[in-house]
């Protein structure tokens, strides 16, 4: 069944996930928390809060960023989204969505995660609920022209130095740093 893999997938992620600080790791176990009381935790339809899944896309140097023009958030953020039923693994669901958000095929994951975060958010849903996101680190050939889907408002690199101003950029910069000292 695959909510129970997805559900499985999270646990192992985060348990494996090798956490910075204590901030990170108290994240880490109020999410197996969640996940423990949750076990559709990984589905949208989890009305109180569900697992996303997200991904820094950085091309091979490292020096490239790509970044969606959220719709419904107004700023440029990584890409990411909601895990669906047919993903197998919150890996994967960072792959489907990072490939559908950029048109990019070849695409690399980092199956380590590279931070979390929780946040309040209305989605699709239609009410306020809790995202609780997993993010990867993902890589894209140098050069690799990108292809803005349906979900966003505008697609683009950005070098990782020169965000534009309406970024997460707080939220991008940290995770760039994470990625860096991988």
Do not use: Y
Not at 7 to 30: G, I, K, N
Not at 87 to 92: A, I, R
Not at 150 to 172: C, F, K, M, Q, Y
Request: net charge negative; proline share 5%.
């Amino acid at each position: 069944m695959s909510a129970r893999s997805l559900h499985d997938s999270a646990v192992s992620t985060l348990e494996e996930w090798p956490v910075l600080d204590h901030h990170e790791d108290s994240l880490r176990h109020t999410m197996l928390a969640f996940l423990a009381g949750s076990p559709d935790g990984c589905l949208r339809s989890n009305e109180a809060g569900h697992i996303t899944a997200s991904s820094l896309v950085l091309d091979e140097s490292g020096g490239q960023v790509l970044l969606t023009l959220h719709p419904r958030v107004g700023r440029w953020i990584q890409l990411g989204g909601h895990c669906e039923p047919e993903d197998e693994t919150v890996q994967g669901a960072a792959m489907r969505e990072a490939r559908e958000e950029s048109g990019i095929d070849e695409l690399t994951i980092e199956p380590t995660l590279l931070s979390a975060d929780t946040h309040p958010i209305t989605c699709s849903l239609g009410k306020p609920t809790r995202h609780l996101d997993l993010r990867f680190l993902v890589r894209a050939a140098a050069g690799t022209t990108a292809v803005r889907s349906e979900e966003s408002t505008d697609l683009r690199w950005w070098p990782v130095d020169g965000l534009p101003p309406n970024a997460e950029a707080d939220t991008i910069s940290h995770l760039v740093e994470l990625a860096r000292q991988r």
